[in-house]
């Protein structure tokens, strides 16, 4: 039976350290989170974050915008931000309304301020070994490896998915800790063929208990990124989790898994900018 990889108590270890060394700095670091529209499931997103800065001693700085807001008023606000010297970080809820160029605002985001790590410039810092942030939910996962003491060098490393978001850069991590890594996606044929060679399997694709025991080796570590709603409407991932869980050395639920760690590194993010930010 596989380790469960607690997620949850890990953040609460990582948003402890962050408290400590905010508190430290000569200014509280701040977070300019702006929301566009009323789309449920980013307002709970957004709430998740304000509360997370709370608890870690950061001030969060919410801009909450109607849907009608243009691409030049977004992009103003963006400007504005960049330009202020209390804000840190700062993170533009996607997606956005219809109508405005998500390309553009992340563009627009100053690098030294991407929390999120989604500017080409700092996602060409990273493919080079030089990160000034790294992506949250790849960056919560390697966290999660080495807390667990799971070791990445020489290990056969698939991913399944291969989004600017999850996907690619956590290929470049896994990479960049010396593991052999194999990316995977919806044209990939023989798709089980790769992961039953996978002694770290990650999936971030999307789809309900896609991944089941027969795709997964024996004592294979097996991270779940996907957060989805099964037919009932409760929260689950990829994986099928009752089937892979005796098959698996380590794995992570869904909820309590990824996710919460995700939410971790984006404070770490913010600490990292305030204390460049103070520093110079």
Known sequence: MAVRIDGKALAAQVKARVREEAARLPRQPGLAVILVGEDPA?????????????????????????????????????????????????????????????????????????????????????????????????????????????????????????SNIVGKPMAMLLTQADGTVTVCHSKTEDLVEFTRRADILVSAIGKTRFVTADMVKDGAVVIDVAMNRDENGKLCGDVDFAAVEPKASFITPVPGGVGPMTRAMLMENILTAAKQHQAT
């Open 42 to 162: 980013s307002k709970v997103y957004v709430n998740g974050k304000e509360k997370d800065c709370t608890e870690c001693g950061i001030q969060s700085f919410s801009h909450r915008l109607p849907a009608e807001t243009s691409q030049e008023e977004l992009l103003a606000l963006v400007r504005e931000l960049n330009a202020d010297r209390l804000v840190d970080g700062i993170l533009c809820q996607l997606p956005l309304p219809k109508g405005l160029d998500e390309e553009a605002v992340i563009n627009a985001i100053a690098p030294d301020k991407d929390v999120d790590c989604f500017h080409p410039f700092n996602v060409g810092r990273m493919s080079i070994g030089e990160p000034v942030f790294l992506p949250c939910t790849p960056a919560g996962v390697m966290e999660m490896l080495r807390a667990y003491d799971i070791p990445v060098r020489g290990k056969n490393c698939v991913v399944l998915g291969r």
